[in-house]
């Protein structure tokens, strides 16, 4: 079974620090996708990695696939409270889990004003 | 519009009714996944419906759970016999094939609670 550990669960900071969030598995995923959540409202994909050790950049945000395609972090620069939200991370699974993307259980991030 | 839709956007239920979530996937998108989610916590996968397959029902947690997807577009989530540990937020999302490089597009969710 594959399996998708977020951390932390948990995360309130003030605004302007720097934070990363980590979504770990001892399983390979053909890709890796981060959601953010906002309350009352569905997630909605920020950003898509599928090559090891991809790095990509969304303004503040810093996505990285590792090198082995088990694991992925999110890095916001200087937050801001407008990126307080549920983080999700999904990977694609493989035939085991029917293809289906994998869904880790979030990291719920505060930043404080 | 262009995005996903639910409906109702909020539920109140007695114990023991039977309940119906719907929704309206974006157009041509052949995948509709239902999720559900506890307060604050990560998705639980429910169904997956990919064109005309048969759905893989593998998530749903109990006989008392089942959906339809007519017509390759539009579907209903049905819980019948509801208990309060039934109280979530339903959310459905559609895709292009599953969505494992593009994403889901999910809907606002239904908010169900169970009296």
């Known amino acids: 079974t594959q399996l998708l550990e977020q951390s932390p669960q948990f995360l309130s900071i003030q605004e302007g620090e720097n934070l990363t969030v980590y979504c770990n598995s001892s399983?390979?995923?053909?890709?890796l996708q981060w959601y953010r959540q906002e309350p009352g409202e569905g997630p909605v994909l920020l950003v898509t990695?599928?090559?090891g050790g991809e790095v990509k950049k969304l303004k503040r945000l810093t996505f990285q696939f590792g090198d082995a395609r088990k694991d992925s972090s999110l890095h916001i620069t200087a937050a801001q409270p407008g990126d307080t939200g549920l983080y999700l991370c999904a990977g694609g699974g493989g035939k085991d889990s029917n293809y289906q993307l994998i869904w880790g259980a979030g990291t719920k991030l505060i930043i404080k004003p | 519009g262009a995005g996903v839709s639910q409906s109702p956007s909020n539920k109140v239920t007695e114990k023991g009714k039977d309940v119906e979530l719907r929704c309206d996937p974006i157009s041509g998108h052949t995948a509709l996944y239902w999720y559900r989610q506890s307060l604050g916590q990560g998705l639980e996968f429910l169904i997956y419906?990919?064109?005309?397959?048969?759905?893989?029902k593998s998530g749903l947690p109990s006989d008392r759970f089942s959906a339809e997807r007519t017509g390759g577009s539009v579907s209903t989530l049905t819980i019948q016999r509801t208990q309060q540990e039934d109280s979530a937020v339903y959310l459905c999302?559609?895709?292009?094939?599953?969505?494992?490089?593009?994403?889901?597009?999910f809907g606002p969710g239904t908010r169900l609670t169970v009296l």
């Open positions: 419906f990919q064109g005309n397959s048969a759905p893989d």
């Open positions: 399983s390979v995923f053909s890709s």
């Open positions: 990695v599928v090559t």
């Open positions: 999302a559609s895709s292009l094939e599953r969505g494992l490089v593009i994403g889901q597009f």
